[in-house]
DNA sequence: GTCTATAATACGATAGAC
DNA sequence: GTCTATCGTATTATAGAC
């Protein structure tokens, strides 16, 4: 893939992790990514919404490797995701409170505004629902609960990230990491 | 208070509800209101941030009133969250997938961008994590419990809004009461 | 593929009349 | 308190040269 094209998704991401999609203008992507101006449109004739879904859908199947990574440093999934939300914690306050994607912006301010940001939204999320769910079911759980605990556990850790960039502490995704631990003890 | 400020308010909860806080402009605001265009900075002279920072502390202390009444409903904690968090799952089905406030979009747009709706933002949360944490308290948990406890259901719920909201469904909502009502029974 | 220039529109904010 | 008009600057998107 071109490097410009990928220059630009990359930028969007960091830009739209900041200060979401309407916060975010095409000129201001075209700047700080270095790109050629004229090479924006020529990559992404759709415009904005397909910039932003392409986006969105790499930095999901970017974080859910991530996550399978992580997990994967312990044996134990209450351990495992446990430590791992720490990880969030400690990362959320080393890069000054950015939320680590643009997903939780992208998708609430286009969940009924954009049908194709919406469905890339949607994608993303499944993708990290996922990663959770296969650590639990390789560590035992049933289908079921490895499933209705991948939602929670994101949901979950999705929320925290909120908390902690919003208090501008890891503390909230500690709070989230302990208390998940608990759960999964069970 | 006046009729119009009041109106302004609320119709800026609604569209940044919807839309966050960028994705509104003050031109739709006066429209939708029906408020006298010239008296928007009338009453909110430092214009959008002002505008943005009453209406999301109005929207939190609201919140925090709806918890405290949803929850007082039932004397068991667990199942008055359980129960709680299911109304939630319905209202954003019954509202076509609303957020419930601008909470949530307008805390991560702005975390890092305007230090005065930031403000505005952490105590609409703590609003809200102190209406969990008291009736917890009321039940019999202890202090530490109860804060961290109030905190870790704000964080669920939140991100429970979040996925329900994009993949149009209360279901996620759904697993998070379910969920937590295991935890909180423990 | 990349460039400049620009269209058409929206933005937040302000001025000044009444 | 409310009005209209407008400033200056963004926005997304396109046209046409190279």
């Known amino acids: ?30 700047k700080e990514s270095g790109a050629p101006k004229g090479s924006l449109y020529h990559y992404f004739p759709e415009g904005k919404e397909q910039i932003t879904s392409e986006a969105v859908l790499q930095s999901g ?6 996550i399978q990574n992580g997990l994967s440093e312990n044996s134990n999934a209450a351990k495992a995701i446990h430590d791992f939300v720490l990880n969030i914690a400690h990362h959320v306050e080393a890069s000054e409170f950015a939320a ?26 499944s993708l990290l629902e996922t990663a959770f769910k296969e650590k639990l079911l390789e560590c035992g759980f049933t289908k079921t609960k490895a499933e ?11 929320g925290g990230i909120i908390l902690s960039r919003t208090y501008h502490s890891g503390d909230p995704l500690r709070m989230v990491a302990k208390h998940l631990k608990v759960l999964l003890s069970q």
């Open 1 to 30: 893939m071109s490097n410009t094209r990928e220059q630009i998704l990359q930028t969007t991401c960091g830009l739209m992790e900041k200060q979401g999609y309407h916060g975010t203008g095409l000129n201001e992507i075209v």
């Open 61 to 66: 199947k970017l974080t859910a490797t991530r």
């Open 100 to 125: 680590g994607s643009p997903l939780t912006s992208v998708a609430m301010e286009t969940a009924t505004k954009s049908e194709r940001i919406n469905a890339a939204c949607r994608e993303a999320y």
């Open 148 to 158: 209705e605990l991948g939602t929670f556990i994101t949901a979950a850790v999705e």
